[in-house]
């Protein structure tokens, strides 16, 4: 009998697995199998899924390009595990990762490749701007996610994971994202002045850390001119500009990167999740030729030398970011779901809707309101997270490769369920 066709009792997890786990309360089923942007449960329930692994699947789950290509190098005994040793594998994914998407962009970037996971590149990232600077703090941004482990928790924003380091988190200083004072406030009014304030009591910082589109923060999207006055004001103060592309890059908000659409060109880049297209960990953090100032050894991780991740992601490349195809489809689609929740806006009060390309979300006055519709969801076939520092935001992460079809029932469904919530 094949492991898919056996079934599970769900108390195995209940009783063995620890209280840490979440998503798997707000989908109480025990799921099977996986295709496109469809994942069925062991009683062979369907559901659309607008979550994509947060983020790791923008090109839906098992795509049959990849996993033929991954299949074929696990046949024929391709290496899996190799540290930072030098593969076949990857040395195709460096040749197609610096052929189609930095050279294209003009990005004199160096390729690392830290532990597989999006915390990882970041505490990569921040280990190299205080080498380069000799400077130890770090401004980050309120409602900023970067991360699980403490140099990325002292990065972030919320309360409750930051709690969970159990130490104090130091080192960094965070400042309001675009529009935190809703206009109020000039955007960079209090951060320049304590820079140049001798009385501040700040430190002078190695880096900015940002996110362009902060997903765990809620969807709250900064500016395309915010962005370039923050990355200007780091070229002034002689600060490092890191951007955390970890959930947002691999073309979710249109462009393969997402601050591309801003014209800026930050001095170091982290990328996770989607990078190997399969689903599959792998972690790049990307700097200025000039900033690799590392000793060897001096930042390394067993598991940094996935070889599937670089089989799956150099084909991924291959197929999708060899023109602009897909960067158009994403912002149709982009725009098809903003349609929709604007509609939604319209007719229901207390909500309102804010995005990037095929990130978006609904945000509820009432915050208890977008677990309810979450749930609702879940109970007409549909997978959709919230966000936000109260989970007052549905957060919509569909895979790029949706279709248009499974795109618009999927939001039929949450139609459905903003009606029965609040309607």
């Known amino acids: 009998m094949q492991l ?155 309360s409750m994971k930051r709690a969970g380091a159990g130490i ?26 304590v820079l140049d304030d001798s009385g501040s009591g700040l430190n002078r910082p190695a880096a900015v850390i940002v996110e362009t589109v902060q997903g765990e923060g809620g969807i709250n999207v900064a500016r395309a001119e915010w962005l370039q006055a923050l990355s200007e004001l780091c070229q002034r103060r002689d600060i490092l500009l890191i951007v ?39 972690a790049l953090t990307l700097f200025r030729s000039d900033l690799d100032v590392w000793s060897p050894g001096e930042h390394n991780g067993t598991f940094r030398g996935n070889n599937p991740a ?28 903003h349609t929709r929740f604007s509609e939604l806006c319209d007719t229901f009060s207390g909500i309102s809707t804010r995005g990037r390309g095929m990130a978006q979300g609904l945000v509820f006055e009432e915050a208890a309101a977008a677990g309810k519709v979450s749930a609702s969801a879940f109970g007409a076939g549909l997978l959709v997270e919230t966000s936000g520092p109260s989970d007052e935001v549905v957060k919509l992460l569909p895979p790029l490769t949706i279709s248009n079809e499974d795109l618009d029932r999927g939001l039929d469904i949450l139609a459905e369920s903003v009606k029965e919530v609040i309607g």
């Not at 104090?168 to 009014?189: K, S």
């Not at 089989?311 to 779901?337: E, F």
């Open 310 to 337: 670089f089989v799956t992601g150099a084909t991924t490349i291959d197929h999708y970011w060899s023109d602009d195809a897909l960067t158009r489809d994403v912002h149709a689609k982009g725009d098809r779901i």
């Open 244 to 282: 955390d592309d970890v959930q947002m890059g691999c073309g979710r908000t249109g462009e393969f990167f997402s601050f591309e659409a801003a014209g800026i060109k930050p001095d170091i880049v982290t990328l996770s999740k989607s990078i190997s297209g399969y689903g599959l960990p792998l």
């Open 168 to 193: 104090p988190l130091v080192h960094a200083t965070p400042m309001p994202f675009d529009n935190y004072f809703g206009g109020v406030v000039e955007d960079f009014q209090w951060f320049e002045r």
């Open 4 to 158: 898919l066709d056996q079934s599970i009792d769900d108390s195995v997890f209940t009783q063995h697995e620890s209280e840490v786990r979440s998503y798997c309360r707000s989908w109480p089923t025990v799921f099977t199998r996986a295709s496109g942007s469809h994942i069925t449960d062991q009683t062979g329930r369907q559901f659309l899924d607008f979550f994509a692994g947060a983020g790791s699947l923008n090109y839906g789950h098992n795509n049959p390009v990849m996993k033929s290509a991954l299949l074929d190098y696990i046949a024929d005994d391709g290496i899996t595990h190799g540290l930072d040793m030098a593969t076949v594998a990857k040395g195709k994914f460096i040749e197609a990762f610096h052929g189609k998407i930095l050279q294209p962009r003009r990005l004199d970037y160096k390729i690392q490749f830290p532990g597989p996971t999006g915390t990882n590149a970041v505490e990569a990232a921040l280990k190299l701007a205080r080498k380069v600077t000799g400077r130890e703090s770090i401004i980050s941004f309120t409602n900023a996610f970067h991360g699980m482990t403490l140099g990325s928790l002292s990065v972030t924003g919320n």
